[in-house]
C-alpha cells in the first residue's frame, strides 16, 4: 500500500520542494513566486531569482507551504499562508471582487498553488495537500482559508491551469463556494473558528 505524507517546507526540505516542483507544469520555472510579486516583479525576474527568493521565503520561515511525500519520496507541493503576503493576490480582480473577507485581515490564509509530479498525478494528492494545509492553517492560528479555483464544470483546463486548484477538490474538503468572480474562476472559503 501506498504511504503519502506531508511537512511543512522548511529550509530543511528545500531539495524536496525543488523535487516537488520539477516534476511536470509550469512549477520549476515559477518557484512558487507568483502570487507573491506584482507583475511589475515577475516580469523582471529569471528563474535564478525566483528560486533565490523561494529560498529565502522559506529559509525565513514560517514554512510557506507544505510537501508531499509518496512512500518517502517528494511528490507535490501546496502554497499555504497569511493573504496578507501575497500582493498578487490581494490585487487580483478574482480576490477584490469574490472575498467577503476584509483584505488587511492577517488571520484570513490562502492557498494558491499545488504542483504534482506528473507521476504521481491521479492519485488524490491535491486533496492530501488540501487537507494537510487547513490542518497546519488552522494550528497557526487562521481564521479562515480562502481558494481561488477553477470552476472544471465552465472549462477544460490544461494541467498547468489547474495550479490553483480544481472547485470539486476544495468543496470535497469543506469549502463553500463565496463568489464566481469570472466564469471559470471561483472563490471558496473555509471557516476554521467560530469566531
Known sequence: MVEITTRPATIAEWDDVQAALSGGGDGRSCQ????VLSSK???GTSFDERRDILHAEIQDGPPPGLVAYVDGDAAGWIRIGPRTALQRVLRSRVARSGSSEPLDD???WAVT???VRREHRRQGLNAVLLDAAITYARERGARVVEGYPIAT?????SSNALFVGALSTFLDAGFR???RPTPTRVVV????TDA
Request: aromatic content about 12%; charged content about 20%; some cysteine.
Open 106 to 108: 492577517d488571520a484570513v
Open 189 to 192: 472559503a473555509l471557516p476554521l
Open 32 to 35: 512558487c513566486v507568483w502570487p
Open 177 to 179: 463556494e463565496v463568489a
Open 113 to 115: 498553488c499545488f504542483s
Open 153 to 157: 464544470d465552465a472549462t477544460k483546463p
Open 41 to 43: 516583479d515577475w516580469n
